[in-house]
Structures are given as C-alpha cells and as structure tokens.
C-alpha cells in the first residue's frame, strides 16, 4: 500500500512568510507525528496527533508553529513569520494506533530553505 | 531526561563484510524500545529493526540483527554480508513505554560501503 507521503518536497521562502507543510500519512493509521531534523542531526520531535487532536505539542520550538489535523488524516504543519533558523528537513511519521511499541514510518520529508 | 549516544561519526567497510554500528543510551524508565532506521540520501527514514526491552532474544531481520546488552544499555545494529546499497545514515532510537509518544534520536552514522 502507499507510505507516508509529504508535500512540498522542497520549500523556498523569504524570511517573514508564512508556510503550510502537508503529511498524508498511510491509510487507517489514527497516530502522526512531526519531526525536525537540522543537517547533520537526528531527528527531533515536533507534535503527536492521536486522531484529530494533539495529545503532546511538547516538542513545538515556539508560537510560530502550529499544526492541525482536522479530519484524523491530513495533517498540516503551519509556521508563521519564518526565521532563517527554521530550515530543516521537516519529516512526518504515521503509525497504527499510537502504541509504544509500534514501528514509525516515515514520509520523504520537505525541505524548507527559509533565506 | 533520555539520551542516545552514537559515537560512530562514520564508518568504512568493505562489501562483503560485516559491520556493527554502536549504540548506547540512557533512561530511567524500565520498559522501552529500541528502533533502528535507514536514511539514504533521499532522506526517508526506513525502519530496519525493533528491541523491545523485555524482549528475551535479540531482534534479528534479515542481514540485520540487534547486539542487545540491557545492563551495559546498550544496542548495536549488525549488518552481515553488507551490500553498497547499504551505505547510508543510520539512526538509533528509543521511545518510553511511560511518558511521551516520541521518538528520541542519536546523532547517526555514515556507513559507506566500498567496493
């Protein structure tokens, strides 16, 4: 069946701008999860969605970011007022129902370039 | 607090051998997993393996297997016969059966793989 799969592949925006980063995680799977990973890092945890909502944003570096999952799918992750500091490779990973012992997969990632 | 500590920055191997990529780490909870995955230059994250850690055998996949020593803490990936697909990151990870959902990861290690 189809993976996780991310949309844009590759962002380019100004500093300032605001940004909307899509996952699409594998069909049937409730949990979703945001990572950030800087060149050169592991990487680091954003957000967890059990369902539609947000069950620990712990990892959200600050107020500029924010992400949503309105339906239980779709997810999006949403950065207001870029910063060069925000480029990274943001990757989304999807798993069955959020169980601690249960594999992450992994989309491709986008890579946002913040300049 | 956990922490995953890779001490390999990279790795160089001749094909056909075989290659164990240390991993140790840090926690206080006595029920986690272990993860490994596999990033290739298209940035991906493939699952490779899992450890749980009251799991009594190592975890064994194919040509990869988990040297799992629980009072050492500490969890290497083996890859037997490797192959020049197998260059690529490669990351440990650990998730706590108590506490948050995610995934914390080590910094990874560059395998390259040489003809």
């Known amino acids: 069946g189809a993976g996780v799969s991310q949309t844009p592949s590759n962002k380019v925006t100004e500093k300032g701008k605001y940004v909307e980063l899509r996952c699409d995680p594998i069909s049937g799977h409730t949990a979703l999860y945001w990572y950030r990973q800087s060149l050169g890092q592991g990487p680091e945890f954003l957000i967890y969605f059990q369902g539609t909502g947000a069950a620990d944003d712990s990892g959200l570096p600050n107020d500029r970011f924010f992400a949503v999952r309105p339906e239980g799918s779709v997810s999006t992750l949403k950065i207001q007022r870029t910063e060069r500091g925000d480029s990274a490779v943001y990757l989304c990973a999807s798993s069955s129902s959020g169980r601690r012992e249960e594999t992450q997969y992994f989309g491709p990632g986008t890579r946002l370039l913040v300049l | 607090a956990q922490k995953i500590t890779q001490t390999q920055p990279g790795m160089f191997v001749q094909e056909k051998e075989a290659v164990t990529l240390d991993c140790t780490y840090d926690?206080?909870?006595?029920?986690?997993?272990l993860f490994w995955y596999k990033q290739p230059s298209s940035g991906e994250m493939i699952f490779l393996i899992y450890q749980g850690s009251y799991d009594q055998q190592n975890a064994t996949e194919g040509r990869y297997s988990l040297n799992f020593q629980k009072a050492r803490k500490s969890a290497n990936l083996v890859i037997s016969a490797s192959q020049l697909g197998d260059s690529a990151m490669y990351f440990c990870a650990m998730r706590e059966v108590q506490g948050a959902q995610k995934l914390v990861f080590g910094q990874g290690t560059r395998l390259t793989i040489n003809p």
């Open positions: 926690t206080s909870d006595p029920s986690y997993g």
